[in-house]
């Protein structure tokens, strides 16, 4: 699988969507499957979840990131 590297952007109402279903993934400790620029990705319930805060000058970021091993080709 080659590497990506890539930010898409959403409405808020599609955003909100996908947050709810997340949530409900994680509640309930199911996988999660998003399709992301046009690759469906599926989030096994046992990847690790963060958070993280960047601050640069005059910018914030605040980044949901979820973390799992890929499966081998």
Not at 22 to 29: K, L, R, V
Not at 39 to 68: D, K, T, Y
Request: net charge positive.
């Amino acid at each position: 699988m080659p590497d990506r590297d890539l930010t898409k952007s959403y409405g808020r109402s599609q955003f909100v969507a996908k947050l709810r279903r997340f949530a409900d993934a994680i509640e309930s400790e199911r996988a999660f499957t998003i399709q992301v620029s046009g690759e469906r990705l599926r989030i096994p319930s046992n990847a690790v979840f963060n958070i993280e805060h960047e601050r640069s000058g005059n910018q914030q970021e605040l980044e949901f990131q979820l973390r799992w091993p890929s499966k081998a080709a």
